[in-house]
């Protein structure tokens, strides 16, 4: 699988957009970008996964460049409750590779008031 | 009820100790995994199954052993606890399409 590479921290005002990058650049062309988030050593929660459109749904957006060496994660409005740990990885997109992955440090991200 | 529920949520034990953490699912998905986490690291795949009769060895499967009871049951057990597999310990379910779910997470402690 592809290694990704992150930030390790990030701060985010309230209320303002937070712009998570992810760097894949050795992605294949059969892997997914796939994005967790973590809060306060809970269960990873999904976020949103493509493979090289972009995505939206109503947690986030997922803007995978053309080259799809990196991808950005947006969540539109920050709020408090996203202070978070924010991983990025890239899954291959066979039935049977879900779950055979292993999390990197990942974006610490925390949203002030 | 939560969808993955991993039981106890928190266990301090002594070395050398058997302990077995519990996972169960009603999502109805074939698929489970058992994940440890360090303290600022990411997850690491222990074992997984991808059905009742199919056990697999993960990245870091030595010190574990697991037991797949039903479709919705699967177990993950120290045989002798040591104090460097303290670690947070999650659970995971996935029906191999979907994005998979994880559980609450079990925290444990070895003394």
């Known amino acids: 699988d592809a290694k990704t590479t992150q930030p390790p921290s990030m701060d985010c005002a309230e209320g303002r957009a937070a712009n998570l990058p992810c760097n894949h650049s050795t992605i294949s062309g059969n892997e997914y970008v796939y994005w967790y988030r973590q809060i306060h050593s809970q269960g990873p929660q999904y976020i949103i996964h493509g493979l090289k459109n972009n995505e939206t749904n109503e947690m986030a957006s997922l803007i995978i460049t053309e080259d799809r060496k990196s991808s950005t994660l947006i969540l539109p409005h920050a709020t408090l409750r996203d202070t978070a740990v924010y991983y990025c990885i890239a899954i291959p997109m066979t039935t049977d590779s879900w779950g055979k992955f292993q999390f990197g440090a990942g974006t610490q991200v925390v949203v002030t008031p | 009820d939560a969808d993955v529920t991993q039981t106890p949520r928190n266990r301090i034990t002594k070395t050398g100790k058997r302990i077995m953490l519990e996972c169960s699912q009603t999502k109805g998905h074939d698929r489970m995994y058992w994940y440890r986490q360090d303290p600022g690291l990411g997850l690491r795949l222990i074992y997984y199954?991808?059905?009742?009769?199919?056990?697999n060895k993960g990245e870091i499967s030595d010190g574990y052993s697991v037991s797949r009871q039903a479709q919705a049951k699967f177990s993950l057990s120290l045989e002798s606890a040591i104090p460097n597999q303290t670690a947070l310990y999650f659970c995971?379910?996935?029906?191999?399409?979907?994005?998979?779910?994880f559980g609450q997470g079990t925290r444990l402690t070895v003394v």
């Open positions: 199954s991808f059905d009742v009769k199919d056990i």
């Open positions: 995971a379910t996935s029906d191999g399409r979907a994005p998979g779910v």
